[in-house]
C-alpha cells in the first residue's frame, strides 16, 4: 500500500484533507502531521512515498522541510498544496518541489496528481535512476539561450510570443517552463503543453524569476564539464521538433496538438540531459565504449544502467506534472509498439521524427547506428508506406529551417 504524508498547520486543512480523501483508505495509508518537525519526525520512523506540505508554517516552512527531503529522502515526490503564490515564494518552491497545488484543491485534481506520481514508479523502477531524477531540480542548458531570452525580457517591449520563441528552443528550459505553468497556483483549466501558453499564463515577470532562479545553467561550462555536447543534444531536439510538428501537419492534425507534438520532441531527449548531469563519465564512458556496435543509445543505456532515457525523461516530466500527451511521446518514442496506443498520436510523430532526424544527421556522421522505425506499430496504424513521404517533407523542412 502506498504511503502519503500530508503536513499543514492549520488543523481544519488537515481535517479536510482526511475528509475529502476518505474513498481512497483502502488503496493509501495516509498520515496527516500539523508541521514541519513532526514530518521530520515520522519520517525518521517510517518511509512515505509522497509528502505533500503547506507553504507557509511557524518556524520551518514547506520549502525548508521540501530542502531537507531532497538531502536526506530524495526518492519522495515532493507536492506543495498552498493557498499562497506569492512569486519569490514559489521561485524557492520551483528548485525543490515536483508539483506544486493550490488550495482549495479540488478531490479529484488531488488524487489524480497523487495516482499519476504513484503510476510513474512503475516505469522507472531502478531505485538509482529514481533517486537520481528526484533530486534534480533543473537541468543544464545552453548559455546562449539563456542570454538571449533575458535579453528579451529586458526589451523594453518584450512579449509572450519573442520570449517563448526563444525558450522553445531549449528542451531544458521548455522542460522547467512547463512544470511550472503546469502548477495549479495559476488557475488553469487545462494542462499546459506549449511554451507560449505558458508564458501567457505565467507573465513575464515571473518567468524571468524562473529563469534567474535556475542556477545549473552554466553548471557545464562552470565545472568544466565538456564531456557531454548539450548543443549536439539541443539541436538533434529542435530537428525532431520540427519535424514531428510537420509530420502532425501532413496527417491532418489540429493547431493545438500541432503544438503539443512539437513540445514533445523538444523534449523527447530530456533523460539524457538527466543521465550526463547525474552520472558525469560514468554515461558518457559507457556510450563511448559500446558505441558504433549493433546497439542503439537507449539499448546501451538499458544494458548499463538499467533503464534508458526514455524512461528516465518521462520519469521526470510525470513528477513535474507535465500532459500525459508529452509524457506518454517521451516514454515510448523508440518503442511505440509497448505503447498500447493503436491510432495517429504524439507517439506517433515524435517517434517518425526521430527516425528521420537520424537519418538525416547520419550524412555528418556515418559511424552512427541507424535505427530503425518500428514497422509493425506503423503498419498498425496504416502508415508504413507513408514513411517515406515524411522523410521527404522533413528533408524540406531541413532546408527552409
Known amino acids: 500500500m502506498k504511503r502519503i504524508l500530508f503536513v499543514d498547520d492549520e488543523p481544519n486543512v488537515l481535517h479536510g484533507l482526511q475528509r475529502m480523501l476518505r474513498p481512497m483508505r483502502d488503496q493509501w495509508d495516509m498520515h496527516f502531521v500539523g508541521g514541519a518537525i513532526a514530518a521530520l519526525e515520522l519520517l525518521e520512523r517510517q518511509g512515505v512515498d509522497?509528502?505533500?506540505?503547506?507553504?507557509?508554517?511557524?518556524?520551518?516552512?514547506?520549502?525548508?522541510?521540501?530542502?531537507?527531503?531532497?538531502?536526506?529522502?530524495?526518492?519522495?515526490?515532493?507536492?506543495?498544496?498552498?493557498?499562497?503564490?506569492?512569486?519569490?515564494?514559489?521561485?524557492?518552491?520551483?528548485?525543490?518541489?515536483h508539483q506544486y497545488l493550490s488550495k482549495p484543491c479540488e478531490p479529484d485534481v488531488l488524487r489524480s496528481?497523487?495516482?499519476?506520481?504513484?503510476?510513474?514508479?512503475?516505469?522507472?523502477?531502478?531505485?538509482?535512476?529514481?533517486?537520481?531524477?528526484?533530486?534534480?531540480?533543473?537541468?543544464?542548458?545552453?548559455?546562449?539561450?539563456?542570454?538571449e531570452v533575458l535579453s528579451e525580457l529586458d526589451s523594453p517591449d518584450a512579449s509572450a510570443a519573442r520570449v517563448a520563441a526563444v525558450i522553445e528552443r531549449d528542451l531544458s528550459m521548455t522542460a522547467k517552463l512547463?512544470?511550472?505553468?503546469?502548477?495549479?497556483?495559476?488557475?488553469?483549466?487545462?494542462?499546459?503543453?506549449?511554451?507560449?501558453?505558458?508564458?501567457?499564463?505565467?507573465?513575464?515577470?515571473?518567468?524571468?524569476?524562473?529563469?534567474?532562479?535556475?542556477?545549473?545553467?552554466?553548471?557545464?561550462?562552470?565545472?568544466?564539464?565538456?564531456?557531454?555536447?548539450?548543443?549536439?543534444?539541443?539541436?538533434?531536439?529542435?530537428?525532431?521538433?520540427?519535424?514531428?510538428h510537420a509530420i502532425a501537419r501532413d496527417h491532418g492534425a489540429s493547431p493545438q496538438m500541432r503544438s503539443?507534438?512539437?513540445?514533445?520532441?523538444?523534449?523527447?531527449?530530456?533523460?539524457?540531459?538527466?543521465?550526463?548531469?547525474?552520472?558525469?563519465?560514468e554515461y558518457t564512458t559507457a556510450l563511448r565504449e559500446r558505441f558504433g556496435g549493433?546497439?542503439?543509445?537507449?539499448?546501451?543505456?538499458?544494458?548499463?544502467?538499467?533503464?534508458?532515457?526514455?524512461?528516465?525523461?518521462?520519469y521526470l516530466l510525470g513528477l513535474w506534472g507535465l500532459p500525459?500527451?508529452?509524457?506518454?511521446?517521451?516514454?515510448?518514442?523508440?518503442?511505440?509498439?509497448?505503447?498500447?496506443?493503436?491510432?495517429?498520436?504524439?507517439?506517433?510523430?515524435?517517434?517518425?521524427?526521430?527516425?528521420?532526424?537520424?537519418?538525416?544527421?547520419?550524412?555528418a556522421n556515418p559511424d552512427r547506428p541507424l535505427e530503425p522505425p518500428d514497422e509493425d506499430y506503423l503498419e498498425s496504424l496504416a502508415l508504413l508506406d507513408v514513411l517515406p513521404r515524411w522523410v521527404q517533407l522533413c528533408r524540406r523542412e531541413e532546408r527552409d529551417a
Open 113 to 147: 496528481r497523487i495516482t499519476q506520481a504513484f503510476a510513474l514508479s512503475t516505469l522507472l523502477s531502478d531505485a538509482r535512476l529514481n533517486e537520481l531524477a528526484s533530486r534534480l531540480k533543473t537541468l543544464p542548458t545552453v548559455s546562449t539561450v539563456y542570454r
Open 178 to 244: 512547463l512544470q511550472l505553468a503546469n502548477s495549479t497556483f495559476f488557475g488553469s483549466a487545462e494542462q499546459v503543453s506549449t511554451c507560449r501558453h505558458a508564458v501567457e499564463l505565467l507573465g513575464l515577470d515571473t518567468v524571468r524569476g524562473l529563469i534567474l532562479s535556475m542556477e545549473v545553467f552554466f553548471r557545464f561550462e562552470r565545472d568544466g564539464q565538456c564531456w557531454y555536447d548539450v548543443d549536439a543534444l539541443t539541436r538533434h531536439s529542435a530537428r525532431v521538433s520540427r519535424c514531428a
Open 294 to 314: 549493433n546497439l542503439a543509445i537507449w539499448q546501451i543505456e538499458q544494458e548499463a544502467f538499467g533503464a534508458s532515457h526514455a524512461e528516465v525523461g518521462a
Open 50 to 97: 509522497v509528502v505533500v506540505t503547506d507553504m507557509r508554517m511557524p518556524g520551518m516552512d514547506g520549502v525548508a522541510l521540501l530542502e531537507r527531503l531532497v538531502e536526506r529522502h530524495p526518492r519522495i515526490v515532493r507536492i506543495v498544496l498552498s493557498g499562497h503564490a506569492e512569486r519569490e515564494s514559489l521561485m524557492r518552491a520551483a528548485a525543490v518541489a
Open 260 to 281: 503539443e507534438v512539437a513540445t514533445a520532441g523538444m523534449l523527447h531527449d530530456v533523460g539524457k540531459l538527466v543521465l550526463a548531469d547525474a552520472l558525469g563519465t
Open 324 to 363: 500525459k500527451t508529452v509524457i506518454a511521446a517521451t516514454a515510448w518514442h523508440h518503442r511505440p509498439s509497448e505503447s498500447g496506443t493503436r491510432e495517429f498520436s504524439a507517439i506517433t510523430a515524435v517517434h517518425a521524427a526521430d527516425v528521420i532526424a537520424h537519418r538525416i544527421e547520419r550524412r
